[in-house]
């Protein structure tokens, strides 16, 4: 395999805003289909310390916190 050279390119703020708005119903789609929660469980056993359900989790200071913001215009 053959190292690519670094293109370091700054995007424009509103550019990169609009493609996270794009991006962020299909995410939540995923998550609230049977196959992401199967997949975001699988994840959580790899990763107990983000698990809120669990004392450790809020001990270690680990804040995992999901707002629901609406940008309709």
């Known amino acids: 395999m053959t190292k ?4 370091d ?4 703020e509103e550019l990169l805003n609009s493609f996270a708005k ?3 119903p ?3 789609a995923f998550y609230d ?3 992401g929660k199967a997949y975001f469980e699988k994840w959580l056993a790899k990763h107990p310390e ?3 359900r669990t004392p450790d989790a809020r001990a270690s200071g680990v804040s995992v916190s999901v707002q629901s913001t ?4």
């Not at 390119?9 to 424009?12: C, F, G």
């Not at 609406?70 to 215009?73: A, F, R």
């Open 50 to 52: 983000y698990d809120e």
């Open 33 to 35: 289909s049977d196959v």
């Open 26 to 28: 299909e995410i939540r």
């Open 70 to 73: 609406s940008h309709d215009k």
């Open 22 to 24: 794009a991006l962020v």
């Open 9 to 12: 390119v700054a995007l424009p």
């Open 4 to 7: 690519r050279p670094k293109i």
